[in-house]
Structures are given as C-alpha cells and as structure tokens.
C-alpha cells in the first residue's frame, strides 16, 4: 500500500484515496473508453429516427406527422429508463445494469427495423428508449467512480461528448447504407453493433470497486481493481466513500434506501433542485432542438441558414462541456455553472431584444450553445459528485429522468408558443424564464452545500 496514503487507518483504506494518489492508468482509460462508447451507442440511436424519418414514412406511406408517436414513445421510454435504472445499479450493480441496458437497446433496435407498421415500430422504439435511459445516467456513475476528483468534471465531459459522436455517426451511416438496405439497414447497423460489443464489456469493463466496498463485497477483487491503478497491499479493507462536495457529513443508515436518501435530511434540498435546474434546463435545450429551424424561419432566414445557427448551437454544447468540465475541476463548480447559465440568460434576453443581425445571431448561439449546453453536461457531473455512493446512481438516473420530462415539455411548449404567433422575441423572451430560474437554484445550491475542503 502506499506509505504515503494519508487515509490509511490501519489496514482500512477509502477507494477514492487511491484514485487520487495514483496518475490515471491504462485501466481507468480502458473504463473510460467504453464508457464513451456506451454512450456513443446512446447517441447513434437517440438521433437514427431524424435521419430515417424521411425514407420511413415514403416506404410505410404515411406522412411525418404521422411518425410522432414513434418519436414520443422513444422519449418517454427514455424517462422511464432513467428511472428504473438508479435503484437497480445501486442494489446489483453498475456493471449488470449496463450490460442489460445494451442488451435491450440493441435487440430491440434490430427488431424494430423489422416492423411494418407504426404501431409495431412505437412499441420497440419505446422499449428502446428504455435501454438508452438506463444507460447515459450508469455510464455516469461508473466512470466517475474510476476517477480522481481532481479530473472528474472534465473526464464526465469527455466521455459526454460520445453522444455528440454518436449523432454525428448516424449522418455517415446513414449516407452509406440508406441508399442500399433503406430505413432498415440504419437501424439494424446501430443494434447489431451494440450487440456485439456487450462481448467486449463483459470482458473489459468493471464492476464499480466503491459499489463493492459500500456493499462489502468481494474485497480480493476490490484490491485486484485498484492494483492496476496503485499498489494495494493483501489483507487491506475497503470503505466507500462521502460525496466530494462534502454533502453527506454523516454516514447514512445501512437500512436507509438509495431513494429515502436522495430525500434525507443532508441530501433532500439539493435533490428538489437538481430536479428543477435538470427539467428548465432540457426543457430549454428541448425548444431548440425541435423548433430552431422553424424558429429562425420567423425572421425570414432561409433553411440553410437555420441550420448553420443550429449546428453552431451543437458545436457550442460540445467546447462548453470541455470548457465548464475543466473549470468545475478547478473552481467552485456550483459558481462555474451558475455563471455559465447567467450568461446564456442574459443572452438570451439579448437575443430577444436585438435579432436583426446574422453576424450578432451566430456569435449568440456559439455562446449559447457554449454556456447552456455545455453547462447541462456539467451538471451530470455534479449530481454524481453530489451524491454518495450508496445512492449515486438512484440520484443521477433519477434527476437525469426529470430532465427527459422537461425535454417532453419543452418540445411541447415550444410548438404552443409558435401556435399563438408570439414572434421569435416574444418566444425569446420565454425563454429566458427557465434558464434564470436554474441559474438561481445552482447558485443557492453553492451557498447552501459548497464548503471549504
């Protein structure tokens, strides 16, 4: 063990402590790695529908609208998803519940690209959305567990940017295969390669050593896992470890639930906000990711145009989720976000005000995409260093779960908004509301929780 280890008592030892004792080895990168590509996976088929929704509806012979509710239940499976899988990966484990979710987002892809009919192709695609909810919020869970607090915010980030891969993956795919094997080929590509790579997870990715010691399971394998980060001596015993932003001052009751303790004394007020800054801010995200196009339409931009300010948007979320995950490493997180999501406000009220300017409305939505988009990725990171290790994943999933709602909403909301003729200031202006209340809560959450290490 490492002389040097100033949490050593004894022969008992905290896994975080040799996490950051230790320089990031080639198996935390191997975790890493397959993490992101989980979430690559997530990615390629949370954004298939958008690119086969075209080539779907001429081989079915409906029209798009007709396909909403096979979009709406792939949402909604994610919801649930996210939900379910907390409880489970904090009582079995992160490992099973990721394997499982794989499983069922691949087989059900491939069998949904064997549907003939709408109502065949809603209830795979809900079931698929049941495996991608499950999966984003572990994948979470897992990596953060594997690294040091020092690089947690940015390594969270990094492996988040998968999920842009993946959106981005489907686009190439689907220009090679689409002209071939049609709408079908697309979504059997994405399932089948999912399947195949459970292979290599089973293999290669491990079992959280914090959820083993929480449990007081296994320690010989605990010791087998950190001695590929740091040398661990025989006979040493393990403990979990208090969440890094020193929430849980007091051990919780060994009895107490992952879902009673998201709500106990220490954790119960930070969890209702989570809750609220995840529903505003997706609610918010959800707006542009349904209704940019048609909203730039209302000031008389051509397509093209649209889409160059929607992909700025995206390309802003992914640099601001690498800028703001290596400032919450650095900085008070809570005040690196609540600053990120004060300046998205406020310009987004700017942009309300003043959008006459092509030139002013690209460089709004880089910064836009930069603060608010990025800085929802940084908040995945936050709930997992918020929340002990006991309820870590129950308390990602979960808040992750809400935040799917607000995504429900936000969608919904965005399309009554056009439906009242509100005008791209006046829906603008709205706008601004979620955001300003999430930046509220996050700093009040600062005050409140951010003590001095």
Aim: charged share 10%; hydrophobic share 55%; aromatic share 12%.
């Amino acid at each position: 063990m490492n002389n040097n280890n100033p949490t050593a008592d004894g022969k008992i030892i905290a896994v975080q402590q040799v996490l950051d004792d230790n320089p990031l080895s080639f198996f935390q990168y191997l975790t890493i790695i397959l993490g992101f590509i989980i979430v690559l996976y997530v990615g390629y088929a949370a954004a298939v529908m958008g690119f086969i929704g075209p080539a779907l509806a001429e081989s079915l012979n409906v029209t798009p609208a007709d396909l909403n509710p096979t979009m709406v239940a792939s949402m909604v499976g994610l919801a649930i998803g996210s939900f379910a899988a907390g409880p489970f990966a904090d009582k079995l484990g992160r490992k099973m519940v990721l394997l499982i979710s794989v499983a069922i987002f691949g087989a059900f892809s491939v069998l949904a690209s064997m549907m003939s009919s709408i109502s065949g192709l809603t209830v795979m695609r809900l079931i698929v959305g049941l495996g991608l909810g499950a999966a984003m919020p572990i994948s979470i869970t897992l990596v953060s567990e594997y690294t040091p607090i020092k690089v947690r915010s940015l390594i969270v980030a990094v492996m988040f940017c998968g999920y842009t891969a993946g959106s981005a993956l489907v686009g190439f795919v689907a220009a090679a295969l689409l002209p071939h094997y049609g709408w079908q080929g697309v979504l059997a590509f994405g399932g089948w390669v999912s399947l195949v790579t459970i292979i290599v997870l089973a293999l290669f990715l491990p079992e959280s050593a914090k959820y083993l010691a929480e449990k007081h399971k296994h320690p010989e394998k605990i010791r087998a896992y950190l001695n590929k980060i740091g040398h661990v001596d025989e006979g040493v015993q393990f403990v979990g470890e208090k969440s890094s932003l020193n929430v849980a001052t007091a051990p919780a009751s060994a009895q107490q639930s992952a879902i009673a303790k998201l709500f106990n004394k220490e954790l119960g007020v930070g969890t209702a906000m989570l809750w609220v800054i995840f529903f505003m801010t997706m609610a918010y995200i959800a707006v542009y990711i349904s209704w940019l196009p048609t909203l730039f339409g209302l000031l008389g931009y051509e397509q093209s145009q649209a889409a160059t300010l929607a992909t700025l948007f995206q390309i802003g979320g992914t640099v601001g989720a690498l800028i703001i995950g290596g400032l919450m490493d650095r900085v008070n997180p809570y005040k690196a976000l609540g600053i990120a999501l004060g300046i998205g406000s406020l310009i987004t009220l700017a942009v309300a005000m003043f959008n006459t300017n092509f030139a002013w409305l690209i460089a709004s939505f880089l910064i836009i995409g930069v603060t608010i988009s990025g800085g929802m990725v940084g908040f995945n990171a936050l709930a997992a260093a918020f929340y002990p290790t006991s309820a870590r994943a129950t308390g990602v999933s979960w808040a992750l779960g809400i935040g799917r709602f607000g995504s429900i909403s936000g969608s919904l909301l965005g399309g009554y908004l056009l439906g009242y003729n509100m005008g791209f200031g006046g829906i603008m202006t709205w706008m601004t509301v979620p955001v300003a209340i999430a930046t509220i809560f996050i700093l009040y959450m600062g005050v409140r929780y951010h003590r001095a290490k």
